[in-house]
């Protein structure tokens, strides 16, 4: 037996787009979506913020593919770690340990928030905070989780359940103990409260469910796929002073915006939080390979000294994983990715700035570091948005099909455009994106009355 790398197919071996797609269609189930409506791009190569399709297409990735890839595509130094691990031990069960693990823990310490310092590592994002919730009613010893309508938190039985977005109505069966609350954004049409209106009704919600009762409240600090919502300063310190009132678990739910995705390591410290847990994924490794982990402070790990921590899966601490994490954050540091996502958040939100100012069809725009949404209108006096919530309409399928055939890859998601490109993106490939967003935009244009 030989351990060489198996070369690639020949070229004549090689399936064609349409080969790609057609068994892809024929052989597997796509996410989200009715299978009739599959149309996926048949993807070859990426590098850097672009990828090529089989056909020879190529794309500027400005949604960083599910929000996750911040390091951008095929980064060599990612990629030789992940194959040094494969060929020092490709996998140990959880109940041992690794180099890697080790020092991705001791990693980690360092930059999470305040005094966490202790971290359980899952395959995933939903499995992070299945266990957050799981450790918060272990330690608290409650049952009852707060979480909020525009979230957004995995694709579990339990995730969806807690999950506050349409994605949770075909799913909602047999979990009990979820009670939703409203956001300090209620819509475009509606807009903000004040941070003080969002936390008296929290306080409000709290007081009438029973505090003694409440285990967790778990937040994305900013709302990820609901529209990126950047909560007005005061709310996330709020939110932490009712949560120590009552004794009740901050969980961050940093599976999107950790890992300098709104231009800090977390987006947490924009407002100088500490939560009790933060869980992440997603930029932990750029998704080049799946890992996600729970951190928690010190008050929360010491439950567990004496106490059985009740949960695992097979490929928990993968050493893989753990080894394309350490080079991820490498990467950050080395390229000064962090700084770099502050830097382009501010051009990001020029172009915002300057589409909302020349089109009639932008209603709102939001962004924090590369994490933006711009949100489209059918009327400026009433704001109806251009899609009714969890719908679609023509007009935004219009534009997301110009986006398509002109080469940028991004989320359009009701009335909402996503601008989510990798931390390393350029001014000038910024610019490129967003002059293709410009010309779709004139398309939603002629629809506004």
């Given at each position: 037996?030989?351990?060489d790398a198996v070369d690639?197919?020949?070229?004549?071996?090689?399936?064609?787009?349409?080969?790609?797609?057609?068994?892809?269609?024929?052989?597997?189930?796509?996410?989200?979506?009715?299978?009739?409506?599959?149309?996926?791009?048949?993807?070859?190569?990426?590098?850097?913020?672009?990828?090529?399709?089989?056909?020879?297409?190529?794309?500027?990735?400005?949604?960083?593919?599910?929000?996750?890839?911040?390091?951008?595509?095929?980064?060599?130094?990612?990629?030789?770690?992940?194959?040094?691990?494969?060929?020092?031990?490709?996998?140990?069960?959880?109940?041992?340990?690794?180099?890697?693990?080790?020092?991705?823990?001791?990693?980690?310490?360092?930059?999470?928030?305040?005094?966490?310092?202790?971290?359980?590592?899952?395959?995933?994002?939903?499995e992070a905070n299945e266990?957050?919730?799981?450790?918060?009613?272990?330690?608290?010893?409650?049952?009852?989780?707060?979480?909020?309508?525009?979230?957004?938190?995995?694709?579990?039985?339990?995730?969806?359940?807690?999950?506050?977005?349409?994605?949770?109505?075909?799913?909602?069966?047999?979990?009990?103990?979820?009670?939703?609350?409203?956001?300090?954004?209620?819509?475009?049409?509606?807009?903000?409260?004040?941070?003080?209106?969002?936390?008296?009704?929290?306080?409000?919600?709290?007081?009438?469910?029973?505090?003694?009762?409440?285990?967790?409240?778990?937040?994305?600090?900013?709302?990820?796929?609901?529209?990126?919502?950047?909560?007005?300063?005061?709310?996330?310190?709020?939110?932490?002073?009712?949560?120590?009132?009552?004794?009740?678990?901050?969980?961050?739910?940093?599976?999107?915006?950790?890992?300098?995705?709104?231009?800090?390591?977390?987006?947490?410290?924009?407002?100088?939080?500490?939560?009790?847990?933060?869980?992440?994924?997603?930029?932990?490794?750029?998704?080049?390979?799946?890992?996600?982990?729970?951190?928690?402070?010190?008050?929360?790990?010491?439950?567990?000294?004496?106490?059985?921590?009740?949960?695992?899966?097979?490929?928990?601490?993968?050493?893989?994983?753990?080894?394309?994490?350490?080079?991820?954050?490498?990467?950050?540091?080395?390229?000064?990715?962090?700084?770099?996502?502050?830097?382009?958040?501010?051009?990001?939100?020029?172009?915002?700035?300057?589409?909302?100012?020349?089109?009639?069809?932008?209603?709102?725009?939001?962004?924090?570091?590369?994490?933006?949404?711009?949100?489209?209108?059918?009327?400026?006096?009433?704001?109806?948005?251009?899609?009714?919530?969890?719908?679609?309409?023509?007009?935004?399928?219009?534009?997301?099909?110009?986006?398509?055939?002109?080469?940028?890859?991004?989320?359009?998601?009701?009335?909402t455009v996503m601008t989510?490109?990798?931390?390393?993106?350029?001014?000038?490939?910024?610019?490129?994106?967003?002059?293709?967003?410009?010309?779709?935009?004139?398309?939603?244009?002629?629809?506004?009355?």
């Amino acid at each position: 037996m030989t351990t060489d790398a198996v070369d690639d197919p020949p070229a004549h071996a090689r399936l064609s787009a349409a080969e790609v797609i057609d068994l892809s269609k024929r052989h597997t189930i796509f996410d989200w979506m009715a299978q009739s409506a599959a149309d996926p791009l048949p993807i070859a190569s990426a590098s850097g913020v672009w990828f090529t399709t089989v056909d020879g297409r190529r794309f500027l990735d400005f949604s960083s593919q599910l929000m996750s890839v911040n390091a951008g595509h095929g980064d060599r130094r990612i990629v030789e770690a992940i194959v040094r691990q494969l060929r020092e031990v490709a996998y140990v069960n959880p109940m041992h340990t690794t180099e890697a693990r080790a020092r991705l823990g001791q990693r980690l310490a360092a930059l999470l928030p305040g005094d966490i310092e202790k971290v359980f590592f899952t395959l995933g994002g939903a499995e992070a905070n299945e266990n957050a919730i799981r450790i918060a009613r272990a330690v608290t010893g409650r049952t009852k989780v707060l979480a909020r309508y525009r979230s957004y938190h995995g694709a579990t039985s339990g995730m969806m359940a807690v999950t506050g977005e349409p994605r949770r109505w075909p799913n909602e069966h047999g979990v009990p103990g979820v009670v939703h609350v409203l956001d300090p954004y209620h819509g475009i049409e509606r807009g903000w409260d004040s941070a003080e209106a969002a936390l008296a009704l929290l306080d409000e919600t709290i007081q009438l469910e029973g505090p003694q009762s409440i285990a967790a409240f778990i937040v994305e600090p900013v709302t990820g796929t609901n529209g990126v919502l950047v909560p007005p300063d005061g709310y996330l310190q709020g939110v932490r002073r009712l949560c120590d009132r009552h004794g009740i678990l901050l969980i961050a739910d940093e599976v999107m915006t950790g890992f300098g995705r709104t231009g800090a390591w977390f987006a947490v410290d924009h407002w100088g939080v500490v939560p009790d847990l933060i869980t992440m994924a997603k930029g932990l490794t750029s998704s080049y390979v799946p890992l996600g982990a729970v951190g928690m402070r010190p008050n929360v790990a010491a439950h567990f000294d004496r106490q059985v921590f009740a949960g695992g899966l097979t490929y928990n601490s993968h050493p893989v994983g753990c080894a394309a994490a350490l080079a991820t954050i490498a990467v950050y540091e080395e390229d000064g990715l962090i700084a770099n996502a502050r830097r382009m958040g501010e051009a990001l939100r020029r172009h915002h700035l300057r589409l909302a100012e020349r089109h009639p069809s932008v209603g709102a725009v939001r962004s924090i570091g590369l994490f933006g949404a711009i949100e489209l209108i059918r009327d400026r006096a009433t704001r109806e948005p251009m899609a009714p919530f969890n719908g679609a309409s023509p007009v935004m399928n219009e534009v997301a099909r110009y986006l398509r055939e002109h080469g940028l890859f991004t989320l359009v998601r009701w009335n909402t455009v996503m601008t989510n490109p990798p931390l390393c993106i350029t001014e000038d490939e910024l610019d490129h994106g967003f002059a293709i967003v410009d010309a779709a935009l004139a398309l939603a244009d002629r629809a506004v009355a």
